[in-house]
């Protein structure tokens, strides 16, 4: 039914390191190369090679600068794809059925046979992570790659999501997080992951890690010890060089006349 | 009412094939898993056995697919019909386009072979292209590498004899602080973010200098917002900061550099010993001593005086010149944009991670003077840097400057540090020279590009004129080793230095997005005399696609994409080397091509067969290889060395040197489409000094003998040009370029500012404007790619915030933007993490209408820009009328970024068109579909 | 949200037509024979074209039996059913009229009290949307609620009635907009809580994800200059309530004034609707920076 399991066996999801992400949208392509060619229709383009070319996308990057009073400006390269929350607005609201959160691993998926395309379930989603196909006239969102994640035909290090197993930076990661054991349960505690617009209590199950503080260098150095001056010009510097060379091994004589 | 959860199929199947082979959609040559589905591409991911992604890909390299079924493909050679730039073809056969070249060039290279210009673009296939061009036996042969980045790689191979690039690598596992100079994107694209993502992923820290804060500097933990081209100076006030406080790696430089060597105060040229040996001043016998002797204590501090004249050590010229205030950093940091504070702490902080966080790996090895040291030791700092600092006029020396700092740390070569990838280290000597020699009808007489030494390997004529079309190797840019493809339509054009007949290009998109003075060199391509004629005579081009630059062309040859080819990425070339092992890679036909489509090393094969070139033909005239395929396998540079360096011998069980291998390929292919030979642990660290791996270098056909060599700090090559302008030597400057030279080829890292600063009024054109290249688009290529194309349809003008409210900009709003060559008009955006007096785009979006197979409308053409139409390959030329070319005056580097424009504030335009709105070109092949629903299983 | 011309057609047309068979269906002297079957006809063609209107935005419109299904958690499902409800049960109502001349009164009252649950459904698709903080209000099912019955009272022909229930309907739009003006602020998501970044200074939209638009932008991203909307407002509240209101007052109740007033009505509602939907901040906007 399409009311929310109360629990899931597992609790599968990313979690996504804006420290890292260089924003090179990798996964968004990636993501778009799976899941045209698996899971449900393609992710269909309309205008490919037109005027305003538009199409489904299952994972998107956003640009964001985040700018504190007397600091430079910081840039965030933020992905967001579905966070499959678990308390997710946009199954319930699906009237056919259609959408579902998975008992077993808490995946939210849609089963594009039942899906009517009323596109209500993307009004439920704060997040803007479903697309309703052009095409198709389905709705869209991201699978967690379930097509990959359990597919014995793939070998088992790649039993990942396209979109983690392709990322260069390593910004994504892929775990159980009713795992407290998991590698993205530790990442998500050592680094403080985030929840997306918490007020509204979807209770993401992605966790998004933030970005570390950064340009410390604009404070006043606290590394100026290492720089304390050995000479100021050329002679003291050369004097000082002397002084350190000889206290390498086996210096005798410095300089000569003629050989 | 009960909801059944569906039951979904968890393990579909994948794929019924995998074939492995190499990434094309751009020069990074990571390795790619191709999923077949019913013979056809149905999926693309990364090759976790590769050297170079180990797994990961990038946008583009997934995007294949849309690659590989482009609408803009060609389909097969093309006759002009219309006129130059109307974009009139008629399809022709490939036999009729193998005659046309044919009758053309025979009688180029029976009477006049430097009548054809050959110059190839992104290519890299040019061990092989210039093969070609050297059977030929024009002198006019280069790559794309004079426009690109030849600062970084001649700045490189002149210093330390390795260069960043794709030749090097920071040492990503054992690195602590990782430094990142002018790099949006980079050759080296994955390796480049997985190391970042390894570093930071162990709490290492990453300082980005870089105008613009995005992308790789957006994730650095410290931001150097620079002013740009004034990094050699914020370099610079570092090592004055170093060396000031002694936070050097005194052995280091005393064992492995040229610090120690001594100076003729004379000549400013290295004492030499009887066999031309640098000498050094050893610190136990006092004695002069050949650099290389065994038990040599190189003495840094020495002096040596002899007949009247004081001998100092390059330390000693370098602590002259360094610690002069001229280089503190409150004298420069006006200048850069970076406050004084900010400069001394990342000093500190490089001084303290080298020499405070330095470790050693338990791992005894060699030095080319016979001393074993028991310990490598670690000093993590690595280096990065590209295009920002070296696409400026004052690029090679900050190029230069960089790796002088590098050196001084002791960080280069060494754990944690940053570390050469095969067949680098290569020290100049082991480089050609350049040759161009003209015999009708034979080979030139050696290769064309190569590392000039001094004055008497320039490209001259006996009346001092430059031998080649593109001026590489003269007074102009002496040190020119990558050539200067940017400057050959308009040399050409001009008849300076004289005519050509033939112009032929391939991959690369001349009449767009990698010319400067996009206009100007539609023009000259279109260009007719009084007979009615074109300027340029005729003009063969090949490319895969409909790119602005099929247009302009006579005959096009086309070629295949990717998956539909042998390509060869051989250790003769740009290789896919690790900095721990010597790989290299094929791609191979994965599909084969649905059209009238050769790929074009094949074809340049079939020309040089019907041509009867001496190094394609046997002595009776029949060819000695079929196609590309055959040579890859079969040619021999030298006995036992061959385009690819894995799987040789008969049984091919021997790498490196061994017989050709007629399995070769299938062997390749069996191995993923590459091969990789590990570096041995005793070998991996201090390369140019270890003879472990010099033994295995010889070993592996990379020198034919060891060949240790030391960091030159002190260039000698370049005081050997700058002495020449002081009046030396029987071959010297002209008179209006001596001071010039005097100046800038300083042996010792100089800055100097930018050419264009210097001859424009600063005042009418203070903003500085560059572009970057956006990770998911690879110039002008991305834009065909459906999926590509949506991520990056247009660029804005971003603008920092001071430029942004000055000119009282607002969302939405557009901006004329002038420099002293053009005027462009282009919607604007705020970037608040910019350089207060910077401009940039994204690179080669803007398109021209019909080009690509795109609707004329497509937003590329509309709203999308190209900054080119601003930049001119010439200097504006105040004073005295003669215009020199906007490059850097040492190697030629097209100097992109040193453009200054203005900026005003004008009214969306109609349509918001951008201009300059160039008239569309006649498509030839068509356009693409109204959709897509890609899918090619069931 | 972009104001799709299915769903405001729907919505007007649905809710008034509901709201006039809720009339019917208490009416203690229903209309038989002819009469009936005009005034049952009209208001199904309202409700049942309102509804189909609403098939249209569909991508599979062939498999929207299927929303019947999930009636235990979606509102939408609710609606469907509710409204499948109300209309069998208002047909049996309306044949017993028509045919018979016989008003089955229980019949009639379950009917009216679907047809009202009905559009009490129809606005919690609205309402329940915590996404949507305009519309996430019980003042939305107020304002349906007080729209449907006031304009059904008018085509019913409860002049009285529907003068009365304008008013009221005219007070609920009027405290909608006034709450809706401020819910999304109110509500407190910014980009700083959908980034989590908010911590760390200002956050600010610096480039979309692509430069092209996708489904997202265009569905949930619709903006309406502040003038527009004040222009909109004014006229929604004239045609809906002042010129109903005006011809009822000013000229004799007959059947022609009646459909003017109703026409004005629905012109009214529409323009409403149109506002409901274009003025409705989704959260997703926040990303784009387009909010
Ligand atoms: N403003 C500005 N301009 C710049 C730069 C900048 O930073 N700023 N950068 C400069 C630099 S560094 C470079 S390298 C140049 C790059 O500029 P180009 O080398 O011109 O690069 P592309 O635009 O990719 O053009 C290469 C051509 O190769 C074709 N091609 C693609 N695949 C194949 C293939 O498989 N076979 C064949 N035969 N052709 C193929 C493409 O269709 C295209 O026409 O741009 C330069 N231009
Ligand atoms: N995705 C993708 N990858 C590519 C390419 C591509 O087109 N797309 N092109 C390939 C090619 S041909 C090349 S040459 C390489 C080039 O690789 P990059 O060198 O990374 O190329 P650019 O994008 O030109 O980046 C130049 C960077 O320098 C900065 N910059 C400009 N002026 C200065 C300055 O004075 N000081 C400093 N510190 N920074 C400055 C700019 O802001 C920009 O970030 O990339 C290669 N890789
Ligand atoms: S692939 Fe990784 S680094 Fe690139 S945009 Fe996605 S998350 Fe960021
Ligand atoms: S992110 Fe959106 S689509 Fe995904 S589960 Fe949450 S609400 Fe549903
Ligand atoms: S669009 Fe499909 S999945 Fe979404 S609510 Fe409607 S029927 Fe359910
Ligand atoms: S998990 Fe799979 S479907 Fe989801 S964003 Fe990543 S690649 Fe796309
Ligand atoms: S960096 Fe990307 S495009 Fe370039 S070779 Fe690698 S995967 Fe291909
Ligand atoms: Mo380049």
Redesign the interface.
Known sequence: ???LPTTTDKKLGLVID?????????C???C???N???YG??L??????????????LN??????????G????????P?SCLHCENA?C????????S?K??EDGIV?V?E????????C???????AR?????????KKCTLC??R??????PE?DRQP?CV???????RHFGDFADPESNVSILTAERGG????????TAPVNK?L???L?????D??I????????????QG??G???K??SR?P?????????? | MTFKQPTIDTSPKVSDEIKKTTCYMCACRCGINVHMKDGKVAYIEGNRDHPVNQGVLCAKGSAGIMQVNAPSRLRAPLKRVGPRGSGEFEEISWDEALDMAVGLLQPLRENNPEKLAFFTGRDQSQSFTGFWAQNFGTPNFAAHGGFCSVNMAAGGIYTMGGAFWEFGQPDWDRAKLFMIFGVAEDHDSNPIKMGIGKIKGRGGKVIGVNPVRSGYNAVADEWVGITPGTDGLFILSMVHELMKAGKIDLDYLAQFTNAPVLIDPDTGLFLRDDDDKPLVMDQVTGKLTAFDKKGVRPNLAATYRNAGKTHRTVMALMAEKYLDPQYAPEAVAEACGVPAKKIKAIAAELARVAFEESFELDQSWTDFRGETHDKMVGRPVAMHAMRGISAHSNGFQTCRALHVLQILLGTVEVPGGFRFKPPYPKPVEEHPRPHGKVTCGSPLDGPHLGFTRGPEDLMLKEDGSPIRIDKAFTWDNPMSSHGLMHMVISNAHAGDPYKIDTLFMYMANMSWNSSMNTRGVIEMLTDKDEDGNYVIPNIIYSDAYSSEMVAYADLILPDTTYLERHDCISLLDRPICEADGAADAIRWPVIEPDREVRGFQTTLVHLANRLGMQGFVHEDGSPKWEDYADYIVNHERKPGIGPLAGFRGENGDKVGRGEVNPNQLEKYIENGGFFVEHIPEEAKYYKPWNMAYQNWAVGMGIYDAPAPYLFQLYSEPMRKFQRAAEGHGDRQPPENMRERVKRVMDPLPIWYEPFEDREIDLEEYPIHALTQRPMAMYHSWGTQNAWLRQLHGTNPLYLPTKLWEQHGFKEGDWAKVTSTHGTITVPVALQEALNDNTVWTWNAIGKRKGAWALDENAPEAKQGFLLNHLIHELLPGKDDGMRISNSDPITGQAAWFDLRVKIEKVDAPQNEQTSPDLPPIKSPVGKGPEKLKWKVGQ | MHPAASVIIFTTLSGIGLGMLAWLGIDPTPPTGWAAFWNFLLAFALTVGGLISSTFHLGHPERALKAFTQWRTSWLSREGVCSVAALSVMGLYAAGLVFFAKPIAPLGYIGAGLSLLTVYTTSMIYAQLATIPRWNTPLTSVLYLSLAIAGGALLAGRTGAAMALLLVAAGAQLIWWMKGDTAFADRGSDLGTATGLGDRGEVRSLAHPHTSPNYLMREFVYVVARKHVQKLRIIAMLLMVALPLLILVALPANLFVIALAAASHLAGVATSRWLFFAEAEHTVGIYYGMR
């Open positions: 039914m399409t009311d804006l420290d890292t992400c260089v924003g090179c949208h990798a968004v392509i990636s778009k190369g799976w045209t060619e698996n229709a393609p269909s383009d309309q205008r490919p090679y037109g005027e305003e070319p538009m199409g489904t996308f998107r990057v956003h640009s964001y600068e985040v700018k504190a009073e600091q430079a400006a910081q840039t965030v390269h933020f967001k607005p199954v319930t609201v699906c009237p056919t059925g259609a579902y998975r008992k998926l089963n046979q039942s899906c009517i395309g009323c596109g209500l993307a009004w439920a989603c704060p997040y803007g697309e309703l196909d052009q095409e198709e006239g389905v709705m379930v097509d994640i359990y597919n014995e035909n793939l290090e396209a197993r392709t990322c260069p930076a390593g910004a985030m929840d997306l617009m918490p007020e509204l209590d998004y933030p970005p570390r950064k340009d410390s260098f604009d006043e150095s590394l100026a010890p290492f720089l304390d001056p050995v000479a100021e010009e050329t510097f050369m000082w060089l002397d350190q060379l390498l086996g210096d005798t004589k410095t300089q000569s006349e003629d050989v």
